[in-house]
Antibody
Framework: EVQLVESGAGLIQPGGSLRLSCTAS????????LHWVRQAPGKGLEYVSS????????YYADSVRARFTISRDNSKNTLYLQMGSLRAEDTAVFYC????????????????WGQGALVTVSS | QSALTQPASVSGSPGQSITVSCTGT?????????VSWYQQHPGKAPKFLIY???NRPSGVSTRFSGSKSGNTASLTISGLQAEDEADYYC???????????FGTGTKVTVL
């Protein structure tokens, strides 16, 4: 069974830093691209960041580029999101999601999602 | 980034069919056949429903179907059931440095 479990959430002051982790199981971790998606309270889903299977290629939403860093440790089956210069508008539930594969080829969808981790930025 | 436009709400009676639209541009929905759809119940993680415009992953009910015309993709739910009451989101690949565009979300209500 595919499982994605986020951790590291909490309350952080504006301007602070926080690292989220997403531990995966039930699939060959290094075969899949991975993503972070967030959802502010009462709002819709918002794209945050993506990372390739080997970790060499990364992508970011304009709203987080230069403040957030995505990374992965394939030996630990873990995805990370290092968040810095946090703002009140970063308050959200952060989901990690697995990228799709069909017939062994990378696909452009998100097939499994974690349960989410709430990050609250407030003084 | 510009979000894909979805109606804020759509409603229907049990057994009816409803359609949720997702309007983008020629740079995202209109350019790529990589539109996917997700269902989210309150307090829960999104659930994957449709990929590549009109493909259902195994385990997803055949009552859910997708289509696309020009810059607009659509999700149709046929034989509407009470359990279908949820928020629905579309996502389109668009390439570039920020490669995914997300829909604004639609609340589906079963009357």
């Amino acid at each position: 069974e595919v499982q994605l479990v986020e951790s590291g959430a909490g309350l952080i002051q504006p301007g602070g830093s926080l690292r989220l982790s997403c531990t995966a199981s039930g699939f060959i971790f290094s075969d899949y691209a991975l993503h972070w998606v967030r959802q502010a309270p009462g709002k819709g889903l918002e794209y945050v960041s993506s990372i390739s299977t080997g970790g060499t290629t990364t992508y970011y939403a304009d709203s987080v580029r230069a403040r957030f860093t995505i990374s992965r440790d394939n030996s630990k089956n873990t995805l990370y999101l290092q968040m810095g210069s946090l703002r009140a508008e970063d308050t959200a539930v952060f989901y990690c999601a697995r990228g799709g594969r069909v017939g062994g080829a990378k696909q452009y969808f998100f097939d499994y999602w974690g349960q989410g981790a709430l990050v609250t930025v407030s003084s | 980034q510009s979000a894909l436009t979805q109606p804020a709400s759509v409603s229907g009676s049990p057994g009816q069919s409803i359609t949720v639209s997702c309007t983008g541009t020629s740079s995202d929905v209109g350019r790529y056949d990589y539109v996917s759809w997700y269902q989210q119940h309150p307090g829960k993680a999104p659930k994957f429903l449709i990929y590549d415009v009109n493909n259902r992953p195994s385990g997803v009910s055949t009552r859910f179907s997708g289509s696309k015309s020009g810059n607009t993709a659509s999700l149709t739910i046929s034989g509407l059931q009470a359990e279908d009451e949820a928020d629905y989101y579309c996502i389109s690949y668009k390439g570039g440095l920020s490669p995914y565009a997300f829909g604004t979300g639609t609340k589906v209500t079963v009357l």
